[in-house]
């Protein structure tokens, strides 16, 4: 089960991006409300109803959790029992995707002292660990991108990783993804 956490305020495309290509690879993917109601606004007023609610999960299943940016990253900050799940994932080995400003959340954890990440751009100065400035970086089991525009990118490298490269590249081949340049 890969598992996202979704908080009031989160950045939708960068949780229904990836939750819609790891769907497509077949992954087996489950929103989860922080708050006691399935429906979670975005930060960009998108309602978005969750398959259920934080004190229902049992990570026990978990191959990954994923963690939206947007400003509903302080509410899971603020939230003890979503904190706790992050870091029983992240102590346990299971992969852990943070995106944009998420990656606040696995520095409050202190989980980042010694690895490479990176995140939405000047955020980097609160968190402890080793900054890249980069797209996407992954360092052992955890994947950090660095904003809403990066999602196309954080969605397929955790498709690789969750459900390897030969399907990722099927997907990214029939969804005509990376055409677009400005």
Known sequence: MI?????????????VYPIDVLRR???????????????????????????TVL??????????????????????????AAMALVK?????????AAICGA?????ALGVLVGRKYTCYPGLEKGIDGVFADEV???DGNFITSQAAGTSEAFAFALAERLCGKDKADDVYKRMVSGKWER
């Open 3 to 15: 598992y996202v956490l979704l908080a009031q305020g989160f950045e939708e495309i960068e949780a």
């Open 25 to 51: 690879c077949g992954a087996t993917v489950k929103t989860v409300a922080v708050s006691d109601e399935c429906c979670v606004t975005g930060s960009n007023g998108i309602p978005v109803q969750a398959d």
């Open 55 to 80: 004190n229902e999960v049992d990570v026990s299943d978990a191959r990954a959790l994923i963690l939206p940016g947007g400003p509903g990253r302080a509410n899971i900050i603020k939230n003890e």
């Open 88 to 96: 029983q994932c992240c102590d346990s080995g299971i992969v852990v």
């Open 103 to 107: 990656p606040e959340i696995l520095g």
């Open 136 to 138: 996407v970086v992954t």
